[in-house]
Nanobody, 122 residues
């Protein structure tokens, strides 16, 4: 079992930055992904890394602007978001899976946080 709690969302102007956190409790070996969901749209993959966190994966829409990372001592994952755009507005969720490899499909994740709202104004 893994419990996930996101934080760090808020309102930011276009071009600004935010850093989201995902605090995990329970098991410590898991692959983690970040997803987002805007009103009326399907859940969208943002970024992910596997158990070892040596390989990271990003959606094309955020590549070069967003960075996923983790602090094993704090059992916390992060999503650093730079050069934010209004189209980045969504609820951002972190998810964990027991398998070692990262995944881009939401159905492959076993545990989900409650999400944190990110709003980017133009």
């Amino acid at each position: 079992q893994v419990q996930l709690v996101e934080s760090g969302g808020g309102l930011v102007q276009a071009g600004g930055s935010l850093k989201l956190s995902c605090a995990a409790s329970g098991r410590t070996r898991y692959a983690l992904g970040w997803f987002r969901q805007a009103p009326g749209k399907e859940r969208e993959f943002v970024g992910a890394f596997g158990w070892s966190a040596t390989s990271t994966y990003y959606a094309d829409s955020v590549k070069g602007r967003f960075t996923v990372s983790r602090d094993n001592d704090k059992n916390t994952a992060y999503l650093q978001m730079n050069s934010l755009k209004p189209e980045d507005t969504a609820v951002y969720l972190c998810a964990a899976r027991s398998a070692p490899g990262a995944a881009t499909e939401s159905r492959r994740y076993d545990y989900w946080g409650q999400g944190t709202q990110v709003t980017v104004s133009s």
